[in-house]
Each structure stands twice: as structure tokens, then as C-alpha cells.
């Protein structure tokens, strides 16, 4: 596991994809570091890239006010079948079967769904295509959903409607960028797969 960034109260890694980020990669950290680890947001098993941990309670706390209020930017890389438009902002609403641990795009607002906005550049011009993407909320699947929803599956993310032969989502945490104790915190990490340089 790759440490971009420590300091008293920050640890900024890049996630391997097959690990845990809610449980074994803030054990990983703890043992190279010691103390405690606290994670403040989450990224799926099967996808890897830049995440922030807390290193005491009150870096949490100011962490979690930042995603609250808006303010901890996170963009990613993807890899979708066909070729969205070049750029675009989507809005859906969003809901969630715990039971098959899969989410669903419905009409309209109603009890346990959720608004999901995301906004994207396309970086390439073939099939599949590369975007990147900057998060304006955080649901549980959400670029995942976004994408397959509108017909542009991602390369590998077979429970959204991909039949390639890839074993993983082509999806990447390539940015995280947050306000921090009067300076502004950016760290960035691009896969192998989708390193041009761009920003939304």
C-alpha cells in the first residue's frame, strides 16, 4: 500500500483494489504508523485509488464536516463501454437494495433514496471510452449506476451490465483535494490504465 502523505493527523494512501477501506486498510495503516485510524469516507472492495484517514478524533471530526458540507473533492478515472458525451452533469435519484447490495436509479424522491449528482469530462474518443469524473455526492455505487444507467456500463463491472471479460470495474479514486488548516491539500495518484491529464 502506497502513503502519499502522513502527519499527525492525516494519512493519504492509495487503496490496492481486493481491501477492505472501512476495516483492513485503516489496520494496515495503524500497523506502519501505530495509533488510531479513523476512515472518513469509503471506496468499494473491487476498486482502488487515493483515500484520507483520520489519525486521531478530532482530524475526524473536521474531516467529516468537510465531506458534510461539500468541501473534500474527490474525482475518479473510469473506463465505460461506448462514448458518452463529452462532457455532462447528471442528476438521478438513487436507491439501494441492502438485500442484493445493489442500487437502482427510480423516478422521483421517496423514503430511501437518495439524490446522486456527478459531473464528467471524456478524455478519449474510442470504444470504450475514458472520463473523468467529479463527485458532488457520495452514494453508495454511484458513478457505477450513473453510467450503466444511461448505457455506458464501465469495462469490468459485471453487476451493472458489463460482459466483457475484465475482473474488476475500471474505476479509480485518481483525486482527493480538501481545505486543511489555512492551505489546500491535493493529492493525486493516476492507474496505469487512464493516466492523461485532465480535470473536470
Known amino acids: 500500500m502506497e502513503f502519499l502523505h502522513t502527519d499527525q493527523d492525516l494519512a493519504v494512501i ?3 483494489v481486493g481491501l477492505d ?5 485503516p489496520q494496515q495503516i495503524a500497523d506502519t504508523l501505530g495509533g488510531q485510524v479513523y476512515p472518513i469516507h469509503r471506496l468499494d472492495l473491487n476498486v482502488g485509488g487515493v483515500m484520507v484517514y483520520a489519525r486521531n478524533k478530532s482530524a475526524a471530526a473536521n474531516l467529516s464536516r468537510l ?13 465505460v463501454h461506448g462514448t458518452p458525451p463529452t462532457q455532462a452533469t447528471w442528476v438521478d435519484f438513487l436507491f439501494k437494495d441492502s438485500r442484493k447490495n445493489k442500487v437502482f436509479t427510480v423516478k422521483k424522491e421517496r423514503k430511501g433514496v437518495k439524490k446522486a449528482s456527478l459531473e464528467f469530462v471524456r478524455l478519449t474518443d474510442s470504444d470504450p471510452s475514458l472520463v473523468h469524473i467529479r463527485l458532488h455526492t457520495g452514494r453508495s455505487h454511484q458513478i457505477r449506476v ?13 453487476k451493472y451490465g ?3 471479460a475484465a ?3 475500471m474505476l479509480y479514486s485518481c483525486r482527493i483535494c480538501f481545505p486543511w488548516k489555512g492551505s489546500y491539500l491535493q493529492f493525486e495518484s ?3 490504465w487512464g493516466n492523461e ?3 473536470c
Open 190 to 192: 493516476l492507474p496505469s
Open 167 to 169: 475482473t474488476a470495474p
Open 21 to 25: 477501506s472501512e476495516k483492513e486498510v
Open 14 to 16: 492509495v487503496k490496492p
Open 146 to 158: 450513473q453510467f450503466s444507467s444511461r448505457g455506458f456500463p464501465l469495462v469490468g463491472d459485471h
Open 67 to 79: 465531506v458534510q458540507d461539500g468541501l473534500l473533492v474527490k474525482e475518479y478515472r473510469a473506463l
Open 162 to 164: 458489463s460482459r466483457d
Open 197 to 199: 491529464k485532465s480535470t
